[in-house]
């Protein structure tokens, strides 16, 4: 756990809002603000841009077009939270609370809808969070460090975005190795260069995506739908992916014969 104390009091920074909301814009970039309590505040368009985050209660909070830009929200809490066209371009998102039961429910999840997130780094349990037209080139959802047990019955080994929405985004280039990803949507997503090694992909939507040089080395493709993706030819490893056999290549004709 870091050391440190918040340079700022839950009260100040309402009160700094406030008086922001009166003819400016809320500036803390910068600043440590680690374990505040900031549930609930409408933070739209604040500037938070290298602020130490780590552990602050963001349930139910509107970040939507914030600047966090290579902050530290480790740990924080993202409960329902709102960070809509917000910057988080080189941003940590490590171990967030995300779920407030343990039925994971997917109405729990953030949206970070048409936010920026290139080159952020997020590791941890993102279930049913919403990514559409957001840019995640770059970057890298990969198990942040091996542990003892990892990829057994007790421990996943990878970040879990099952149900996730990445509609319309940018994730060329994106590290999404070992990824729990079944049920989410990738439909229109531009995934060219991406690594989705060893990747739990079941059931998930690759409708009209483009694939060119993705690597699909040991993922799961179980019944994976690929209708109308583009840049196949140039995937790698999608032939000899598990399941390859089971995957979904025409709307029309579910039960298909495999890669070809």
């Known amino acids: 756990m870091p050391e440190g104390r918040p340079e700022l009091s839950t009260r100040e920074v309402s ?9 400016g814009q809320l500036d803390l970039s910068g600043r440590s603000l680690r374990y505040l309590d900031l549930a609930g505040l409408v933070l739209g368009g604040a500037r938070l841009s290298d602020s130490d ?14 600047n966090l830009s290579r902050a530290r929200l480790n740990r924080s809490s993202l409960t329902r939270a709102n960070l809509t066209g917000s910057d988080l371009a080189g941003a940590t998102i490590l171990r967030p609370t995300i779920h407030t039961s343990m039925q994971f429910e997917w109405k729990d999840a953030p949206r970070f809808d ?7 780094r997020l590791m941890g349990k993102f279930d049913g969070a919403s990514f559409k037209a957001a840019n995640l080139k770059g970057a890298d959802f990969s198990s942040y460090e091996p542990r003892a047990g990892q990829g057994t019955l007790t421990t996943r080994r990878g970040t879990d975005l ?30 060219r ?15 009209g995506a483009d694939l060119a040089g993705a690597d699909f080395t040991g993922a799961d493709v179980y019944n994976a739908v690929f209708t109308g993706a583009k840049g196949i030819e140039t995937a790698i490893g999608l032939k000899t992916a598990r399941n ?16 070809r």
């Open 244 to 259: 390859a056999d089971k995957v979904v290549w025409s709307a029309a004709d579910p039960n298909t014969d495999g890669v």
């Open 114 to 120: 048409s936010a920026n997130l290139a080159d952020a």
């Open 53 to 66: 985050l780590w552990g602050v209660d963001f349930t139910d909070s509107d970040l939507s077009n914030a």
């Open 15 to 23: 009160l700094a809002l406030w008086n922001a909301r009166r003819g």
């Open 193 to 207: 260069g991406a690594r989705l090694v060893d990747a739990a992909l079941s059931k998930v939507d690759f409708s």
């Open 162 to 191: 099952i149900g996730c929405d990445f509609s319309g985004a940018n994730l060329a280039g994106a590290n999404l190795t070992a990824a729990i990803l079944e049920f989410a949507r990738f439909t229109d997503a531009d995934l």
